[in-house]
T-cell receptor, first 113, second 112 residues
Framework: DTAVSQTPKYLVTQMGNDKSIKCEQNLGHDTMYWYKQDSKKFLKIMFSYNNKELIINETVPNRFSPKSPDKAHLNLHINSLELGDSAVYFC????????????FGEGSRLTVL | GNSVTQMEGPVTLSEEAFLTINCTYTATGYPSLFWYVQYPGEGLQLLLKATKADDKGSNKGFEATYRKETTSFHLEKGSVQVSDSAVYFCALSPNAGNMLTFGGGTRLMVKP
């Protein structure tokens, strides 16, 4: 069983479209995250949710809207996609406010044309 | 604020060579330190960690020692294998909380 799973793994779309990436974890963790990895492999936190509540929201354009229907899911919706949104998006989860051990999904590669 | 700096890659080594990937950090308080590894096409996995000064984290032959005096957490392995080829990320987490700050990643390529 995959611990943190994301769908889709690959997404190719046109500028201006709206798209969503879904994430589910079966580890029983109560904190989930979205990270963005650019073409140079640099990783940056975007959002963090604890028990369905937003606790971290870095300086991300408001075209990005996370949604957490329950603590096992954290979806990422992106409106009006731009070329600069092309990246690999990683979902991760952890146990509470622990000490930094995150479990990552395999990533979703988004390409905006 | 918190930041992590690691040596730029790629680092190219022959099999059985000694590996060092440098990592230094800037943080307030006493953060925990981590090395994560990303194999091609996969997500990041925790490789090792250290939660206080002078702690040594180790796993799969890799080691790193938390050096508060030099604010460093260098990754070492005595004899690398082709299967170690991956991108390695140094990271820190503040004393309370899970928000990881990552370094820029170092790609390691090991040739047979």
């Amino acid at each position: 069983d995959t611990a943190v799973s994301q769908t889709p793994k690959y997404l190719v779309t046109q500028m201006g479209n709206d798209k969503s990436i879904k994430c589910e974890q079966n580890l029983g963790h109560d904190t989930m995250y979205w990270y963005k990895q650019d073409s140079k492999k640099f990783l940056k936190i975007m959002f963090s949710y604890n028990n369905k509540e937003l606790i971290i929201n870095e300086t991300v354009p408001n075209r990005f809207s996370p949604k957490s229907p329950d603590k096992a899911h954290l979806n990422l919706h992106i409106n009006s996609l731009e070329l600069g949104d092309s990246a690999v998006y990683f979902c991760a989860s952890s146990r509470g406010q622990g000490r930094g051990e995150l479990f990552f999904g395999e990533g979703s590669r988004l390409t905006v044309l | 604020g918190n930041s992590v700096t690691q040596m730029e890659g790629p680092v190219t080594l022959s099999e059985e060579a000694f590996l060092t990937i440098n990592c230094t950090y800037t943080a307030t308080g006493y953060p925990s330190l981590f090395w994560y590894v990303q194999y091609p096409g996969e997500g990041l996995q925790l490789l090792l960690k250290a939660t206080k000064a002078d702690d040594k984290g180790s796993n799969k032959g890799f080691e790193a020692t938390y050096r508060k005096e030099t604010t460093s957490f260098h990754l070492e392995k005595g004899s690398v294998q082709v299967s170690d080829s991956a991108v390695y990320f140094c990271a820190l987490s503040p004393n309370a909380g899970n928000m990881l700050t990552f370094g820029g990643g170092t790609r390691l390529m090991v040739k047979p």
